[in-house]
């Protein structure tokens, strides 16, 4: 299982969040699941004197994993429906970023069954995948699919990589949830994998050049 979160670096509860799963996981690992966790994607993000949603070059990592029709896909997305926010800028192509071309190598050698991405604020459970297996509720959290977006990590992941991807999204990017919460959506994911996951990622990733 590959757990990754602080993709935006102004979402702190995802991070905070993160690394108390990390402490829980330090006390009570089964065993059962081979977990690699990347719980900062954007440091320089976060640690900026004003923290930010991109990357220290503007670029929001989350818009900048590969994509069928790179140029095509995010001049639609970036320039027509977003009106060219700079927050979510994909950046001049796909992989651009280090934090992204990492994260691009992480997943072609580790090669997780699922993938588990944490976001705030809009408090749901986001899914990329097989729409029968996803978890309808994961502690406070429903599920309700937030769609597609070209060059994010759900779709890259999912799409050429055959990998489901969880989307954890908080309900505040500022406000702590409670411990009560906390633990629930955890144990709640973790019975989930246990119950749900029946598949294994069967096609190989597509070697997406660095270059787009």
Known sequence: MLFVSGIHGDEYAAVSVTFKWMQILKEYHSGLFHWRFAPLMNPDGLLNKKSQRTNANGVDLNRNFPTTNWNRALVDY?????????????????????????????????????????????????????????????????????????????????????????????????????????????????????NKIEWKASEPIMQASING
């Open 78 to 194: 970036w320039e027509v429906r977003t009106g060219k926010n700079k927050r979510r800028y994909p950046g001049p192509h796909a992989l651009s970023e280090p934090e992204s071309r990492w994260l691009f190598t992480e997943i072609a050698s580790f090669r997780p069954d699922v993938v588990i991405s944490v976001h705030a604020p809009h408090g749901i459970v986001d899914f990329d995948g097989p729409e029968k297996v996803a978890p309808k509720k994961l502690g406070n959290l429903n599920l309700k699919l937030l769609g597609t977006y070209p060059g994010s990590l759900g779709n890259y992941a999912n799409v050429y990589g055959g990998m489901p991807v969880v989307t954890l999204e908080l309900p505040h990017a500022g406000i702590m949830p409670s411990k009560k919460h906390i633990d629930r959506i955890w144990t709640d994911l973790v019975k989930w994998l246990r």
